[in-house]
Structure formats: C-alpha cells, structure tokens
C-alpha cells in the first residue's frame, strides 16, 4: 500500500513535469509556427543585414511567421523564405512589399510586409514579393557620425570666435570688451531720440496742416488746382495732338504733294528757273534804279524839284554789283546800293 | 623557513606522488564503476520497486526544496535585471531575459548543485553507511547484486528526477519572475508568457533538458560510486559524503561547460 502510494505520487510528480515541458514545447513551437499550416513566399534582397532564420515576419503589427530559410544565389542577390502562416495569405497581395525592419534600436530584425493592393490579387505558394528598402540602422549612424563631424566643425569654428572676441579682435569683440562704444552708442540713442523728437514735431506740424508741406499734405485747393492744370493740360495736348496731325498732314502735303511748294521743295529745274526769276527781278531792280536816277539827275526833273538843287551832291555813281542767285539784296533809303553776300 | 631533512622530502614526494596517482586511480576506478552500474541498468531483473522508492524519496522529497529555491531565483534576478534593463528602456525584454537565463543555465545548474548538496551526499553516505555495516558484503554473499539494487536503482531514480525537477525550478522562477514584474508594473500572465516564450527556442529548451539528464545521471553515479568505495570505519560515512558533493559539484560545472560550448557551436 505504502509502495503503491509512493508510486502514484511519483508519477504524478513526473507526469506533471513532463505536462510542463510538453506545454513549454508547444508554446516556443507555436511560436515558430511549427503546429500551424504554412504558405512559403519569397524575396529577394541584395543585403538582408544580419537577418536570420527564425527571425519574425510582421504583417500591419502582427506576427504572422517566420523566417524559414537564406540562401545567397548571387553576389547580390540574397533569397529569403518567409513561412506565413495560412490564416493571414488571404491579406497579403502580389504587389505586397517586403522589407527588413528593426525591433527598436536593441531588438533583432524582422521581416515587415506592407499592405498591397487587392487589384494585383493574393499571394500563392512560393510566389517572391517586391523588396523595398528598409530602415538601416547602419545608415543612420554613418548620417549620425557625418553630422557629429559637421557640428564639430561648426564647434571648432565658434571656438575660434569665441576666441577671437574675447581677445578683442574685431568689430564685435571690440563691441564687447570695450566701452566707448557703448557711451558712443549712447551718445548716438540720445542724439536719435532729439532727432526722433525733431521729427516727431514736424510729422505733428504737417499733421496739423501746418506750413507748405502740411497743406500740400492736408489740404485739397493744392489736390484742386493740380487736376484744374491736369485738365489744362489734356486740353492743351489734344490741341497739341491736332496741331502735330495738321503739320504731318503739311509735311506729308509738302513730300508728296501736287502744289508750289513741294515742287519748290523737290523740282530742282523749277529751284533754278525760281533763281533765275530772281535773278532777272535783280536785274530788272538795278535797271529801274538806274532809271529813276538817270530821271531825277534829267534837267526836266530838275526844274521842277527846287528842293534837290540845294542837296548836297552826293556820290551819284552807279556802282554795279554782281550778285549770284539766293543773295539778298538790301536798298538803303539814301538811295544807296549794298549787297550782304549769305549762303 | 624550517629546512626539512631527507626522509620528511622523500616522505612529501611519497604524499605528491600519491595525491596524483590517487585522482588517476579514482577516476579508472569511476570509469569502471560506471561500466559496470550501465551493464546493470540494461541487465534484467530490473528493480522497479527500489526505482520507485528512490524516485520519490530523492525526488518528491526534494520537490520543496527546489521550487522554493527557483521561485526565489526567478524573482530576485528580475529584481536585479529590472533596472539595468531600465536604463537601456529594455523592460519589455524582462520577461524573455529571465526566461532564457533560467531555462537555459540557471535552472539546470542550481537545482543540479542542490540535488548534489542534498541527493548526492545522501546517496553516499547512505551507501557508505551499507559498506561499513557490511551490508553490501551480505548482499554479495547472499547473490543480491548490490550494484543493481543499490547503485543502478539510485542512478537511474536521480537519472529521471533532476530533470523533472528542474523543469519545476523553471517553472516557479518563471512564477518569481512574473510576480516580480508586476512590482514595477501591471503585467497580466499572457503578456508576460508571450513575452517569456517568444524568446525562446528549442535551442534553448532541449540541450538544456538534455544537460540535467546527464547532471542526474552523474549526481547518482558519483554519490553512489563514493559511498559504494568508501572505508570499514565510521568515519567514511562522512568523508564519503562530503567528497561525493564536492565531485559532483565539479562534474556539473563541467558538464555545463561541455553542454555551452556546443550548443555555442549550434
């Protein structure tokens, strides 16, 4: 009886630890998905960073497998097997895609499986997913120590003004460890706030209309007479308009018209037959001269004119003077001839 | 400094000599003495009554012992881990952290040094006990093979036990550690097993269970090896147990060596 209770209660107590290790492994199996149904899928990565088989595959935050095998097909080119378990295929589409992601900045690595679109259809066995580019903690730290150098730099580089300024080199060192700068500067503050004052009392002057300048500011007559002018103004421009219309109207009669004057103008024959009109007129003007003087020296006219007896006498000679054609003759009222000789 | 004369050198090499030779001798000696105990354990009849009762004398008697031991052990090292952890923001790693120490090292080794304090010097001295009141002479002269109802009952009953016990130990660590997770912060069972387990793997779970096998096997084996060689006098009862727990002690390390470095290779 004895040995049959120490029997019992030793099977018990073994019975009851081989309970917990059959339960310890199911648990760590289910785990690694090794009591449920699978589907294989696979990707191809050209670096998977340390990724290994049993390693965990998360589909929208939830363990839906494991990484089952890696195998290395080329120099680039790294195949990795992810076991899914049935339950989540129907989720995960042909253009889901696969990238190696990170469990915080201690964790291991995992397989992240993004959403797809339903369009493109569920994946089946042994189908490869597109690979995306995951966060690479590797990455982050090259970025990380290529900014710790630039802001040692930028350290360095304050360092060096830093320096400098407290060594009064410079304008702003000087700025700093001097103080006639600040009593000058106080000189000027004071010297602005008299000039902000002088202001002060103009900008109030003009407000107050004060002055030329306040009632060109505050009054309207000024604002008035401007527009009066302005109004002038366009008047005098429309007539100056019509005037420079009527001139060009003139100066396209005087090119291209049919009158006096554009022949004037352009017939060269008529400019020689107008000199020599004139010349002829210049001609006919001395002849005549010479004929009143040759009738007022005749003795008939003499004896009429009492008066020209007692003149003096006067150089009474003909002075014949050659003229070419565009001179301008000038008579004297003494009778006398000249001639001013232009271009 | 004393010089010593020619025969006290000659009387220290002797002692050297004999120390050296001693460890040698010990360990053939062990080596046959396991030769013959395996012989037996495959060598009908089989004493299953005898398994029996060592079985719950060495292993249901201990059971307290043990589980005490790992309840503290789980809930003292989560109390240590807790704030390393924290510093590093690991605290969801807690779980897993315990969970993979415990199963993998101290699980096994701690119960396995407490079954060589408690079941190894008792085996020892017990069998020692048997040689100087020449009971196991009786045996011998009477055609009971001591070896088989004795040695063999014993290893095989400390063979099946310390495994058994130590998936307790892991078990009520686990226990420690969950209520001492639950000091720092609520933590409700399944999230603290999820977190448990999904560190662990079989790597983790099987040589270690293969580890306390062997473990047993040697804390039965050495125990009953130095009772079984122990002297006529009284006194070898006590030299038997003592010697019997220091041996297995170092056995246990150095299987735990042995077990690291290959499942480091795996």
Known sequence: MKRTKQ???????????????????????????????????????????GLMPGNLVRFAGINIGTVKDIRIVADSSVVVTLSIRD?????IYKNSQVQIGQEGLMGGKIVLISTGD????????????????GLDIQAMIAQATEMLEEAKGTVASLRSIADKMDHGEGDIARLLNEQSLTSGFETATDRL????????????????????????????????????????LSITTQRADSLVNELHQTSYSLNHGEGVLP???????????????????????????????????????????????????????????????????????????AADSRE | MKQLNLRQKLRVKEETRNFYNGIFIDLGELVIFTGNVVRQLFQPPFEHRELVKQGFLLGNKSFALVVVTGFIMGLVLTMQMNPILSDFG??????????VSMVRELGPVITGLICAGKISSGIGAEIAAMRVTEQIDAMEVSGTRPLSYVV?????????????????????????????VNIFEDTSTTLFMNRAFSMLGFIDLF???????????????????KGYTAGRGTESVGLSANSAVVASSLTIFVIDLIFVLITSIL
């Open chain 1, 7 to 49: 029997a019992l209660r030793l099977g018990i107590f073994v019975a009851s630890a081989l309970l917990l290790f059959v339960v310890a492994v199911y648990l760590i199996g289910s785990k690694q998905n090794l009591f449920s149904s699978n589907t294989d899928l696979h990707a191809s990565f050209k670096d998977i960073r």
């Open chain 1, 87 to 91: 339950d989540y295929t129907d989720f």
């Open chain 1, 118 to 133: 339903p369009a493109t259809g569920k994946v089946e066995k042994d189908d490869y997913l597109p690979v995306a580019d």
């Open chain 1, 193 to 232: 706030n008299e000039s902000l004052a002088d202001i002060n009392n103009i900008t109030g002057k003009i407000s107050n209309g004060e002055g030329d300048l306040g009632k060109l500011i505050q009054s309207d007559s000024i604002t008035t007479e401007v527009n009066r002018i302005m109004a002038g």
């Open chain 1, 263 to 337: 022949r004037l103008l352009h017939d060269k024959e008529m400019g020689l037959n107008v000199d020599t009109a004139i010349a002829k007129v210049d001609h006919g003007v001395v002849q005549v001269t010479r004929a009143a003087e040759t009738i007022a020296n005749s003795w008939i006219f003499r004896l009429f004119s009492k008066k020209r007896k007692k003149e003096p006498e006067v150089g009474t000679s003909v002075q014949e003077i050659k003229v070419n054609p565009g001179d301008t003759l000038l008579i004297r009222h003494e009778g006398r001839l």
């Open chain 2, 90 to 99: 690991a605290q969801t790693l807690l779980p897993g952290v315990i969970a």
């Open chain 2, 152 to 180: 063999a009952s014993r290893v095989m009953a400390t063979t099946i036990v310390v495994p058994v016990l130590v998936i307790f130990a892991d078990a009520f660590s686990l226990l420690g550690a969950f209520l001492a």
């Open chain 2, 207 to 225: 040589p270690a269970t293969l580890k306390t096998v062997l473990f047993g096997f040697f804390i039965g084996l050495i125990g009953s090896y």
